[in-house]
């Protein structure tokens, strides 16, 4: 981690930045984010929401060259970018919720992203405007157009500077591919193909080509009675094209290489951790389902994250995670209760800071961990509207599991499941990060 902004013993310090969205007394279930991601320079952040709606927020740029800078975004683009649809032959309706965004690297002044409901995705384009023409010759200047008869002298059109204008165009729709639900999308790092999976399948696409895909990996038994696990989460290798990595429901890993064979059936690396007999109970197949896995930016890490913990895994060691951080160890005696409201089914995703040197993943009571592979300390931090004073500095919070609770602690029996952190976004560069909390979007910063 950075330097600046550490206490005297080296963890950062993160302090309140910004909140956005509205008091959840006024929110809707279409109000609540579904997704969160920075683009590649962390000068954009995208988030997608229940309701089917993108909004993108842009760094401003004053608070990015403040001394000490500051972490701030605007509202820059807001778009509805999926419907609710039916499948006729299904009778199934589907959500216009989004379940995944990502940015394609930056190649002109417009910007593009992939954005995906359970069965559709779109690439969009998101471009600003500032200059209008006037003085057309064959129609007026609000559009109609102008009869050909009346037209009696040529005239030279003439550019208009105009107030900025932000538009979301959707360039390509890529669908009928997926017979269940979209679970990740992630582009390649050659910028032309990008993947997408769903519970038993993974596509390759090619941007430009929205009429066909090609199936890599395919893990659906002939007969259906025989399935044992579903595909979780997907994602390339950040620098090598051919490789990719997908998490199963049975807590493993599978590494593919599509130098080896276009279908990627047979994995090349299998990561997959010993179960602890002690800790076998009725809910161990539950609470080892991955729930999602990133690549870390050097491409030599990734981390997955089950129920209960994220770890750390080598690329080049298959045996066992190199590091493992328990996330709220103490709902391990929780677990029945757990399945019972169905928070055991959960779905917490993880992410690195931008040098890989440190980890964030949400938990419940807007509780989100950090964890610093350096000095392996630990964080645990709310997203909570009653410290929404810029610069006001995060106090760690802590859980007691039983015995005598002291001042600044919270029992685990006073723990809001309802409010959860599913979702968060590192900045790739600095120290700031973006959590989702219900409908509201926390950004915080390390404290300089």
């Known amino acids: 981690m950075d330097c600046t902004g550490t206490s005297s013993n080296g963890d950062i310090q993160w302090c309140f930045s910004q909140v956005k969205g509205t008091l959840e007394d006024d929110a809707t279930e279409a109000d609540i984010i579904s997704c969160v991601e920075f683009n590649h320079d962390g000068d954009l952040l995208a988030t997608g929401d229940k309701g089917g709606r993108v909004v993108i927020f842009q760094r401003d740029p004053i608070s990015k060259n403040s001394i000490p800078r500051r972490g701030e975004y605007n509202v820059y683009s807001t778009f509805q970018s999926h419907e609710p649809e039916f499948d006729y032959l299904k009778s199934l309706e589907i959500e216009e919720k989004i379940n995944k965004i990502r940015w394609l690297k930056r190649k002109n002044p417009a910007h593009f992203l992939l954005s995906t409901n359970d069965k ?3 690439l969009w384009k998101v471009s600003e405007r500032d200059k209008k023409v006037e003085g057309y010759n064959t129609k007026e200047d609000n559009g109609s157009i102008r009869d050909p008869a009346c037209i009696t002298s040529l005239r030279v059109p003439t550019i208009k500077p105009m107030e900025l ?12 591919a997926h017979t269940y639900h979209i679970n990740s ?6 910028q032309e193909t990008y993947l997408s999976a769903d519970d038993l399948r993974i596509n390759l696409w090619n941007l430009e080509v929205t009429d066909q895909s090609y199936n890599i990996v395919d893990i659906k038994p002939t007969n259906m009675e025989e399935l044992t696990e579903v595909i979780t989460a997907a994602e390339f290798h950040p620098a090598e094209c051919n490789i990719l990595v997908y998490s199963s429901s049975k807590g493993t890993i599978r590494l593919c290489d599509m130098r080896s064979a276009a279908l990627c059936d047979q994995h090349s690396k299998l990561f997959e951790e010993p179960e602890d007999p002690t800790n076998r109970s009725f809910f161990s197949e539950i609470i080892s389902s991955i729930s999602d896995v990133k690549l870390s930016n050097s491409g030599r890490y990734m981390i997955s994250r089950d129920y209960l913990s994220v770890k750390v895994w080598d690329l080049q060691m298959e045996t066992k995670p190199v590091e493992c951080y328990p996330v709220h160890e103490y709902l391990r005696s929780k677990l029945c209760s757990l399945y019972e409201n169905d928070c055991i089914f959960d779905k917490f995703e993880c992410c690195w800071s931008g040098n890989d040197s440190a980890i964030m993943t949400g938990s419940y009571n807007n509780f989100f961990r950090v964890f610093d592979r350096t000095t392996k300390r630990d964080l645990t931090l709310e997203a909570a509207r009653d410290i929404a004073r810029p610069r006001t500095l995060l106090k760690p919070r802590k859980v007691c599991t039983g015995g005598k609770r002291k001042k600044d602690e919270i029992s685990v029996d006073c723990l809001d499941f309802n409010k959860k952190i599913l979702h968060t976004a590192w900045h790739p560069s600095e120290n700031v990060v973006a959590v989702a909390a219900t409908n509201n979007l926390f950004l915080f910063q390390d404290k300089l």
Do not use: G, H, Q
């Open 165 to 176: 204008m932000v538009e979301a165009s959707p360039r390509r729709i890529f669908a009928n």
């Open 185 to 190: 999308i992630s582009v390649n790092s050659d």
């Open 120 to 122: 559709t995705i779109k």
